[in-house]
């Protein structure tokens, strides 16, 4: 006696059994994967970008600002793409826009 055709045999009457949500069953793990990844790591990370973009529109000339390297400097001029940082009397270097990491309280430079 084989065990072969009787394992065959069993599979369809199983498959039969799942109905029709059968093949939504075997998708739904990865369903709830992709909704967690969304509500764990892409949303946040929108919201974050939109909160950055929103305080680089909002740029004033007189603000101060840290970039992304960690340069600490006042607003002089801002133009689309570039800004131009005093970071110290008479020292004005110019940075992309994008690397402005975040606006710090005035009076932050002198306090260094």
């Known amino acids: 006696m084989s065990l072969i055709p009787n394992a065959f045999a069993a599979e369809p009457a199983q498959a039969a059994a799942s109905g029709p949500f059968g ?24 919201k974050k970008m939109k909160l950055h973009s929103q305080m680089l529109a909002a740029l004033q000339n007189g603000d101060e600002v840290v970039t992304s390297s960690g340069i600490l400097g006042k607003i ?37």
């Open 23 to 46: 093949n939504f069953m075997s998708f739904l793990p990865m369903i709830v994967i992709f909704i967690l990844f969304w509500f764990l790591l892409i949303r946040p990370q929108q």
């Open 76 to 112: 002089e001029k801002i133009t689309d793409q570039f800004i131009s940082l005093e970071v110290a009397n008479n020292v004005i270097i110019n940075v992309q826009k994008s690397t402005v990491s975040a606006k710090v309280e005035k009076g932050t430079i002198s306090k260094i």
